[in-house]
């Protein structure tokens, strides 16, 4: 009688292949990837100091001198951010629930609004805000300043406004119907069902595009250096133009990239926790 076949199991997948970079766990692709970035900045910095000429301050010596001033600039592109965010946040909440009224003007025209500025490029609002608000408000007689700053800040407010907008309505959408039924079966009115019941089921699915959403704003906001606002970008290129070095220009922009990345990543990350935490899928 012959022998039957044997099914082995399944070797695993050899490290580097296909198969097994794809199910290489998040965490370990996460540490690989900070340490690429660390061993690229420790390369440039031996390359950087062993190129620099005897008679001129190293390019080190010039990255840490102008650290402090960018990282100045850096922290101002994180408060345009967290303002623009909470200013969109707060009015895309009334938008994102007017998308959803019973009342079918209030409906198309929060609708029409979400959409023009959801599909605006960031920028020409960004030059529709500094440039067609005025740079001054006259009240009562009394002239009130209208800093660029703050005008920046609402350009960029505006596509939050609308993304924002759309998070909302889609977490309120995404609860089954089943629930305002069983609500409206106990008498619960329309605000109590909502304010009650299915918004705070709905935050839950709201916070990771929400922090999504952050995270992009922060990256967009060196756009504010095109309309000549004093941010981090803005701080950069004037460094490079007091030093009047071409090799300072690749180690300048990496340190200001890195300054967004290490503020940026942990938000990304955090933001994949709380979706596999809230079964939230895309």
């Known amino acids: 009688m012959s022998a039957l076949a044997v099914l082995l199991p399944r070797q695993p997948a050899a490290v580097g292949s296909e198969w097994g970079a794809a199910r290489m766990p998040s965490a370990l692709r996460s540490r690989k990837t900070i340490?690429?970035?660390?061993?690229?900045?420790?390369?440039?910095t031996a390359a950087a100091w062993a190129a620099a000429p005897v008679d001129r301050p190293s390019v080190l010596a010039l990255a840490v001198k102008w650290a402090p001033l960018i990282f100045g600039g850096f922290l101002f592109n994180l408060l345009v951010s967290v303002a623009a965010m909470?200013?969109?946040?707060?009015?895309g909440v009334l938008l994102g629930l007017a998308q959803i009224s019973l009342l079918r003007p209030v409906q198309a025209a929060s609708w029409a609004v979400t959409q023009f500025f959801r599909n605006a490029p960031w920028?020409?609002?960004?030059?529709?805000?500094?440039?067609?608000l005025p740079f001054e408000w006259r009240i009562g007689g009394v002239t009130v300043p209208f800093p660029a700053w703050l005008k920046a800040m609402l350009g960029l407010a505006l596509p939050v406004l609308a993304n924002v907008s759309e998070i909302v309505r889609g977490g309120v959408l995404s609860i089954p119907l089943g629930q305002w039924e069983s609500a409206e079966s106990l008498a619960f009115s329309r605000r109590q069902i909502l304010w009650r019941i299915i918004l705070p089921q709905a935050v839950k699915r709201m916070i990771?595009?929400?922090?999504?959403l952050y995270a992009i704003l922060t990256m967009a906001t060196t756009l504010i250096s095109v309309v000549g606002i004093q941010d981090a970008m803005t701080l950069t290129r004037g460094a490079l133009v007091a030093e009047a070095r071409t090799d300072l220009y690749l180690p300048l922009y990496f340190m200001l990239l890195l300054m967004f990345f290490a503020y940026c990543y942990p938000i990304a990350r955090y933001t994949q926790v709380l979706e596999r935490r809230f079964a939230v899928r895309g």
């Open 208 to 212: 990771p595009p929400w922090m999504n």
């Open 35 to 44: 340490a690429a970035l660390a061993i690229l900045g420790a390369v440039w």
């Open 86 to 91: 909470a200013l969109g946040t707060a009015a």
């Open 123 to 132: 920028l020409v609002l960004l030059f529709f805000a500094m440039f067609l």
